[in-house]
T-cell receptor, first 110, second 116 residues
């Protein structure tokens, strides 16, 4: 079993819809939770960074962390075709390396 | 915002030759840099952690003599793939940690290596 599980998709939504992404994990030591966006043949770009449990909002993006369920989510409101990319969750324990999910490919159709 | 520049963005080389990939932090000092490998439609796999002025720490299963890492300054780390083989063809990505942050916020644009 992988430490971090993420549905590979693809997830196809119409423009303007809410994109809902999530990851589950098994390591209770994880404290830092990140979401990255990666366009094809490019490096990942940090979208959201959350420490411990709770919600965080930044523009159209909302990240949620539920440590009791070992479950994290990313919501993208008012999705645009330019949001079409692969979204990677990542997490780490203090002082340790990042562990990535496998990524979810998202396609926002005009 | 902070930028990590990776060069080259793509390279083709012959089997048996060596290839060097550079990773630079352009406007901040990166005490730690990380090197990842990514196969098509797969996630990033950490290869090694590079600390300025010391030897890199390699992940299990990564050959340190094949993937040479040098982190000679606070703004530059290099990965050299030695005696490359076709199975080394992959997408290599570096990232840099800025001192104040507890995560790797900044990734390079990646290098696509093709060994023929």
């Amino acid at each position: 079993q992988k430490e971090v599980e993420q549905d590979p998709g693809p997830l196809s939504v119409p423009e303007g819809a809410i994109v809902s992404l999530n990851c589950t994990y098994s390591n209770s030591a994880f404290q830092y939770f990140m979401w990255y966006r990666q366009y094809s043949r490019k490096g990942p770009e940090l979208l959201m960074y959350t420490y411990s449990s709770g919600n965080k909002e930044d523009g159209r993006f909302t990240a949620q962390v539920d440590k009791s369920s070992k479950y994290i989510s990313l919501f993208i409101r008012d999705s645009q075709p330019s949001d079409s990319a692969t979204y990677l969750c990542a997490m780490k324990a203090a002082g340790n390396k990042l562990t990535f999910g496998g990524g979810t490919r998202v396609l926002v159709k005009p | 915002g902070a930028v990590v520049s990776q060069h080259p963005s793509w390279v083709i080389c012959k089997s048996g030759t060596s290839v060097k990939i550079e990773c630079r932090s352009l406007d901040f000092q990166a005490t730690t840099m990380f090197w990842y490998r990514q196969f098509p439609k797969q996630s990033l796999m950490l290869m090694a952690t590079s600390n300025e002025g010391s030897k890199a720490t390699y992940e299990q299963g990564v050959e340190k003599d094949k993937f040479l890492i040098n982190h000679a300054s606070l703004t530059l780390s290099t990965l050299t793939v030695t005696s490359a083989h076709p199975e080394d063809s992959s997408f290599y990505i570096c990232s840099a940690r800025e001192g104040a942050m507890n995560t790797e916020a900044f990734f390079g644009q990646g290098t696509r290596l093709t060994v023929v």
